[in-house]
T-cell receptor, first 116, second 114 residues
Framework: EPEVTQTPSHQVTQMGQEVILRCVPISNHLYFYWYRQILGQKVEFLVSFYNNEISEKSEIFDDQFSVERPDGSNFTLKIRSTKLEDSAMYFC??????????????FGEGSRLTVL | AQSVTQPDIHITVSEGASLELRCNYSYGATPYLFWYVQSPGQGLQLLLKYFSGDTLVQGIKGFEAEFKRSQSSFNLRKPSVHWSDAAEYFCAVGARGGGNKLTFGTGTQLKVEL
């Protein structure tokens, strides 16, 4: 069964360092998302991406965050200068174009980011 | 703006007992509604979804949920819980139209006693 894959599964970094989280969405999907879940809190929307541009972003997604689809398969989330409060599980999700009105997302297993 | 409330943070049930997890939503029109499950160390897996039509929807693993417009609720049920159902359950609402971001509730942690 097709799945969304994320790397790394866990990354530990020092405050102020840059981090890139990588995702390989399901191959025929065209809509891509990043969500995050701070430990013990709810899953929060960060950003959605379609046709090589951001279609929507939340207040959390400030100038320290960026997303990119550098090639036909990867979708990355970059945090330029990490802060302690960026420690969270980051989930990538994708959706097929044909499902544009259903909202069904397929999630990866997450990348846990720990900022020290 | 849409929002989701899951009033129960933790629920403990005995294996074989029935289960109901509550979810209330706020949205200006008929929403898309979802239940996801997150097992320890795992990602979010879709259990079931409601878009339109029959208000009682069946999902995977024996779960079902009922959309009640008058109560703005979408409660998740299972007639007989198995120990493997222990996980965190998230209700989510999606807006109709482009983007389709999901807004999640805070989750309900289910513990199953043997």
């Amino acid at each position: 069964e097709p799945e969304v894959t994320q790397t790394p599964s866990h990354q530990v970094t020092q405050m102020g360092q840059e981090v890139i989280l990588r995702c390989v969405p399901i191959s025929n999907h065209l809509y891509f998302y990043w969500y995050r879940q701070i430990l013990g809190q709810k899953v929060e929307f960060l950003v959605s991406f379609y046709n090589n541009e951001i279609s929507e972003k939340s207040e959390i997604f400030d100038d320290q965050f960026s997303v990119e689809r550098p090639d036909g398969s990867n979708f990355t989330l970059k945090i330029r200068s990490t802060k302690l409060e960026d420690s969270a599980m980051y989930f990538c999700a994708s959706r097929a174009d044909r499902a544009v009105n259903t909202g069904e997302l397929f999630f990866g297993e997450g990348s846990r980011l720990t900022v020290l | 703006a849409q929002s989701v409330t899951q009033p129960d943070i933790h629920i403990t049930v005995s294996e074989g007992a029935s289960l109901e997890l509550r979810c209330n939503y706020s949205y200006g029109a008929t929403p898309y509604l979802f239940w996801y499950v997150q097992s320890p160390g795992q990602g979010l897996q879709l259990l079931l979804k409601y878009f339109s039509g029959d208000t009682l929807v069946q999902g995977i693993k024996g779960f079902e949920a009922e959309f009640k417009r008058s109560q703005s609720s979408f409660n998740l049920r299972k007639p007989s819980v198995h120990w493997s159902d222990a996980a965190e359950y998230f209700c989510a609402v999606g807006a109709r139209g482009g983007g389709n971001k999901l807004t999640f509730g805070t989750g309900t942690q289910l513990k199953v006693e043997l």
